[in-house]
């Protein structure tokens, strides 16, 4: 009984086992075979995670930039040409009535990418310096950010579709502008930095993922 309690609490690295990042499988360290299922290399932590981490992050923040201040809609109708940025379309939106659309839009393409940005940025920056954080609120944070994320490329989905269904030639024609390119990337690139923070660095403080 005395042995079972001093195995409790903790990490499988600290108990010399490993898993397979891409089956699943388990194996004891030192991993020096590949894994016995997929023939992947076994490792106890993502190699590199934090440098990773940072690297996409940073490059999808370069691209958010853009995303911004460069159109994100073309429309041409017969009364003439306008382009929209996100904000932009956001207030033509809500001053054409369609306040809740509006809203929607404003979460998807302003708070959850945002949202993403400090979220990931505070865990990295926290498991790097050591923050007096608590593994539990690191993993509720971590949580945070695989649950918004699907829902990141809403709009770029809503201006796909709108482009592809309001095609009424001299009438009304929706095209997508350069910034919902840059917004696309931005949002790739967060999902890349988020999918490179290995969750097992919160359980041990590690400060890189060898």
């Not at 490792?43 to 934090?50: N, P, V, Y």
């Not at 993403?116 to 790097?128: D, E, M, N, Q, Y």
């Not at 790739?188 to 041990?204: G, H, Y």
Request: charged share 10%.
């Amino acid at each position: 009984m005395a042995a079972a309690d001093q195995t409790l609490g903790i990490t499988a690295q600290q108990a010399g086992l490993a898993r397979c990042n891409y089956c699943g499988a388990l194996h004891r360290l030192p991993a020096t075979e590949p894994c016995r299922l997929c023939g992947a290399k076994v490792r106890s932590r993502k190699r590199d995670s934090l440098q990773r981490t940072w690297a996409f992050l940073l490059v999808g923040l370069m691209a958010y930039v853009p995303a911004n201040v460069l159109p994100i809609m073309k429309t041409t109708s017969f009364s003439g040409n306008t382009s929209d940025t996100i904000f932009s379309g956001v207030i033509a939106l809500a001053q054409s009535g369609s306040v809740f659309v509006a809203i929607v839009v404003f979460v998807a393409s302003v708070v959850i990418p945002v949202a993403k940005f400090v979220i990931i940025a505070g865990l990295a920056l926290s498991l790097h310096f050591q923050w007096a954080m608590s593994e539990h609120t690191r993993h509720i944070l971590h949580t945070i950010t695989e649950f918004i994320g699907r829902w990141s490329m809403i709009d770029v989905f809503v201006v796909a579709v709108l482009a592809a269904l309001i095609q009424l030639g001299a009438i009304l024609t929706i095209e997508p502008g350069a910034g919902i390119n840059a917004f696309a990337l931005s949002v790739v690139f967060t999902m890349f930095s988020a999918t490179s923070l290995d969750p097992r660095l919160i359980w041990d403080g590690a400060k890189s993922g060898q």
